[in-house]
């Protein structure tokens, strides 16, 4: 044939002719297709509900985190409660 001796004179095996050749019986391709279509559908179907999920509970992290610091006590606050502990001491030591 031409391909032998494209192929150096050494004849193709069957299977590689008829597949060289076009003849190959291409069965349930529609079926493995639909399979993989499939099977990719429920895989980002999974990962959508999984990302909604982490943004969800993100959501709610953040919440709780500015909910906290909220009460979080500014530093100017801090400064005056420890001036007015200062001023507690000293008016303590002076009545003693």
Do not use: C
Not at 74 to 83: F, N, P, T, V, Y
């Amino acid at each position: 044939s031409a391909r032998g001796s494209a192929l150096g004179g050494m004849e193709p095996p069957a299977d590689l002719e008829q597949l060289l050749g076009g003849m190959h019986d291409w069965r349930d391709v529609q079926g493995v297709i639909r399979t993989t279509f499939q099977a990719l559908y429920d895989v980002a179907h999974a990962q959508s509900n999984t990302v909604r999920e982490v943004e969800r509970r993100l959501n709610e992290v953040q919440q709780e985190f500015d909910a906290a610091l909220s009460q979080k006590a500014s530093a100017h606050e801090l400064r005056a409660a420890l001036a007015a502990v200062g001023d507690a001491r000293a008016a303590a030591d002076l009545a003693v």
